[in-house]
């Protein structure tokens, strides 16, 4: 009887354990040490005294039964200071993203007023040209606007009041007024 119990022991922890487990090793190793040949009846025989084989098979699969306790314990353990570990990494790295994000955005808002303060000085040359044009005489200003690139010249023109730009397209070359009126149209 006891011989079944200690090989359904052993097969259940192998059947758990991977193999080539130490504890696996020496526990088919006791198995098959402590095993003694089975009468019909099934109890366990010896020529002499078959109570004292009970007590010791006992004893030997409770110590069986702690070492696999404890290989388990110590498999959770090495688990748990492996999953411990990682945890703090991953920590580590969060914060580590965090500050570059927070970098990041620090940049960026940097990055944001440098172009406004950019724009704020340009819109101000652009106004100062623009009175620049509209003190001048409608000739001279048409002479220099055409000068300019197309581009510029439209955006001028579309900066300018009416009276100033009334003044200033008969002293442009028409196909930029064209230009200029269409690019309008299509906007309307």
Do not use: H
């Not at 084989?53 to 748990?80: G, T, Y």
């Not at 040209?129 to 606007?145: I, N, S, T, V």
């Amino acid at each position: 009887m006891l011989r079944n119990v200690i090989c359904i022991v052993v097969t259940i922890i192998t059947c758990l354990l991977p193999s080539g487990t130490p504890i696996l090793r020496i526990i088919a190793a006791v198995a098959a040490e402590g095993t003694a040949p089975l009468n019909p009846a099934g109890d366990a025989t010896k020529e002499s005294g078959a109570t004292t084989e009970q007590p010791l098979s006992a004893s030997r699969a409770a110590r069986e039964e702690k070492a696999i306790q404890d290989a388990r314990r110590q498999q959770l353990a090495e688990k748990e200071a492996a999953l411990a570990a990682r945890e703090q990494e991953t920590k580590k790295l969060g914060a580590k993203l965090e500050a570059q994000i927070k970098a990041l955005e620090e940049s960026k808002k940097r990055l944001d007023d440098s172009l406004k303060a950019q724009k704020k000085v340009q819109d101000e040359k652009q106004k100062k040209m623009l009175g620049m044009f509209k003190k001048m005489k409608p000739e001279q200003a048409g002479q220099l606007m055409d000068k300019l690139e197309e581009e510029k010249v439209i955006s001028l023109l579309n900066q300018m009041d009416t009276k100033t730009a009334i003044k200033l397209i008969p002293f442009l070359k028409q196909p930029r007024v064209l230009k200029w009126i269409n690019e309008n149209l299509k906007g309307a």
